[in-house]
């Protein structure tokens, strides 16, 4: 089932000659618009939804809301922007954040260069015009000098093949594709298949409707409670003063955001102060529970320290011994991305609710009336898969992607992806990603990381027309240093060391690939820093006369910001030891 309407009809823009072409509406799509907008280039975005938003537009789960407090979980490349919103809660529902992409689109003239419900089904490069040509699924065929793929990490929905789908008589939902109309489970028996963010958020809603819930876990999750709460005008007001001192602090952090971090070891604490230390943290909630301590990802013994907290509290939360011990993960906390919850483990106290372990004996199969495991047949009247995303580069592998001497983009990546900085790949001139495979990404706060991206994209391509560049391409092997450091450093923390999405290991037959960079944003960010003020280097531009030169810095400045020694990670100080590419 897919959450998309019928498109409107218009007649297929066919020959037209862009500067740039960018695919995806999400945030990234939108903030690289608006900057070749104030470039004065001329561009077009192409946008497989119907609006803009991108994961906010397609998850419309019920409970869906972000995990990194919505004050910081926002743009902060306009200080009216900031100024002028006003977030209802600490962490927004997707709704409002979806209100506030369209807002963003209105408040900065977006929306005019962007064709919605088209997906862009190949990218060609022509080496003798040195520019891209691009095809729809609406028959559009346009040039661009620059093609930048905007197309998200967490946008391609995993949809395991279970045996009989067919079969299966009720309606099966995906979490990323949420029928829009919204679903009503009131009085159904639903089944829910899968223990990640998504289903962590949605479960506690549903089970409020379902006459009868089944969770399917393969894996137990960590998770810590929200304590989402409403923002009051008071609060509001004395953040809004505080601000871009806030934005500035967020800038220098491991994970692109602010939040309180606690640099001690906890092996060097005492049981008592763990206890009192994971206490507060506890009570504080969300993802910086995970700054209780600066070893906590970095060494086992540290890590047992929070999990033996957590799984306490699992324990204390659910009323029945065997389902507690089944939602006790044995992973390492925070080793797949942490949830951030509202009454998750309560739920499972609930009458009508039962927790499946599939761990050992998988889904055999749907039936017409539900699903098989281990020779029960459970039965439902509807299914939902909170199943994730073939991450990082699944919607990369749905376009075909040619780049010189007919080598396409999957091809390249096929034992792994492979791009200089997150940014760029060799052999693909002029193809832009925004955060790519091999760049912080979805390790920091992902709309301070896409706008890192795109200012350091904008000041790249104004240099290029400062200079007459035609085109820029990664020198292959500064490319393979980087993708070595990328997988060297990875090797630091913990979070390499269990099948997660980071891996690629939770969709059948990928690469096992560290893919994320783990150093540091502001590691990261000095180094991206550092290779445009020495003209670009590791990057070959033609056209341009004499060697790379500095470019004029328009949009990076902001960027430029002491790292903040005192909080920085373990893996991001190895970043600093590992001989930077
Ligand atoms: P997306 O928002 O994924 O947008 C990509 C767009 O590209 C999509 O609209 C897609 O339709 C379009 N597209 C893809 N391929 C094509 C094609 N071939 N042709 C045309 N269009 C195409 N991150 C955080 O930092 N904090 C959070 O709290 C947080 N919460 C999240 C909650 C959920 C449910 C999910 C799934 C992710 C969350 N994330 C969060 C990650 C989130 O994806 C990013 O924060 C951010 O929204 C990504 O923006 P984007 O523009 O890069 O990608
Ligand atoms: P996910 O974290 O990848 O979780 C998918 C779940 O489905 C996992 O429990 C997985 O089990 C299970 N699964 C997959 N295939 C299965 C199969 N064949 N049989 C049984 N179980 C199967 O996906 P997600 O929950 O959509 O979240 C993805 C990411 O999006 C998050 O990590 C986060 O970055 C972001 N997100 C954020 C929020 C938020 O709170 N703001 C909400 C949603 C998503 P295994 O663990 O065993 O693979």
């Not at 180094?527 to 445009?532: H, Q």
Request: aromatic share 12%.
């Amino acid at each position: 089932m897919t959450a998309a309407t019928t498109p409107p009809e218009r007649p297929a823009e066919v020959g037209t000659v862009f500067d740039a072409v960018v695919v995806g509406a999400g945030f990234a799509g939108m903030y690289m618009l608006h900057r070749l907008r104030g470039l004065g280039f001329s561009a077009r975005v192409f946008e497989a939804g119907g609006g803009v938003g991108g994961t906010w537009y397609w998850n419309r789960y019920p409970g869906a809301r972000c995990d990194v407090e919505s004050m910081q979980y926002s743009f902060s490349f306009s200080e009216e922007l900031d100024q002028e919103w006003n977030w209802s809660e600490k962490y927004a529902p997707q709704g409002e954040i979806l209100t506030y992409a369209n807002h963003v689109a209105d408040r900065f003239d977006l929306r005019r260069h962007i064709v919605f419900d088209t997906r862009v089904t190949a990218a060609t490069f022509d080496e003798n015009a040195k520019c891209w040509q691009i095809e729809t699924d609406r028959g559009d065929r346009v040039r661009a000098k620059f093609c930048i793929m905007a197309v998200g990490c967490l946008s391609a929905p995993n949809r395991p093949r279970f045996k009989g789908l067919e079969d299966f008589r009720g309606p099966i939902y995906h979490t990323g594709e949420w029928p829009h109309q919204g679903v009503d489970f009131t009085d159904l028996s639903v089944g829910v298949i899968g223990t990640g963010s998504s289903a962590v958020q949605s479960i506690p809603i549903i089970a409020q409707q379902a006459a009868s819930l089944t969770v399917f876990q393969r894996t137990a999750t960590w998770t810590v409670p929200a304590w989402n709460e409403t923002l009051t005008p008071e609060y509001l007001q004395v953040a809004k003063a505080n601000y871009p001192a806030l934005r500035a602090k967020a800038r220098g952090r491991p994970t692109g955001f602010y939040f309180p971090f606690n640099t001690q070891p906890a092996l060097e604490a005492s049981p008592e102060d763990r206890d009192r230390q994971y206490e507060e943290a506890w009570a504080r909630g969300g993802l910086p529970f995970l700054g209780a301590y600066g070893d906590l990802l970095f060494e086992k013994a540290a890590n047992d320290t929070i999990a033996d907290f957590a799984r306490g509290k699992i324990r204390s939360i659910v009323k029945d011994p065997v389902t507690a011990d089944l939602l006790c993960p044995d992973n390492v906390f925070g080793c797949k991305r942490l949830c951030v919850d509202t009454g998750y483990f309560e739920t499972y106290n609930l009458p009508h609710v039962k927790l499946v372990d599939v761990s050992k004996t998988p889904i055999e199969r749907f039936t017409a009336q539900g699903i098989g495991v281990n020779g029960i047949e459970y039965l439902l009247d509807a299914v939902v898969c909170a199943t994730g995303f073939a991450a990082m580069t699944g919607s990369f592998d749905k376009i075909r992607i040619t780049g010189r001497n007919g080598l396409t983009l999957s091809e390249k990546w096929r034992a792994g992806p492979r791009a200089y900085l997150g940014i760029a790949s060799a052999g693909f001139p002029n193809l832009f990603l925004i955060t790519g495979p091999g760049s912080p990404s979805v390790l920091a706060s992902m709309i301070q990381a896409i706008e890192q991206h795109v200012d350091w994209l904008a000041d790249c391509m104004g240099h290029m027309r400062d200079v007459g560049a035609t085109s820029i391409e990664p020198i292959l092997s500064d490319e393979d240093a980087w993708v070595e450091h990328v997988t060297d450093v990875s090797t630091v923390s913990l979070r390499s060391t269990c099948s997660s999405w980071y891996v690629g290991s939770n969709t059948p037959g990928r690469p096992r690939v560290f893919m994320p960079y783990i150093g540091g944003f502001p590691v990261y960010v000095q180094k991206c820093n550092e290779v445009m003020s020495g003209g670009f280097e590791g990057f070959v531009l033609e056209g341009a006369p004499g060697r790379n030169a500095a470019p004029q810095v328009r949009y990076t400045e902001r960027w430029r910001v002491p790292i903040d020694i005192d909080v920085i990670s373990p893996a991001a100080v190895a970043a600093r030891r590992v001989p930077m590419v």
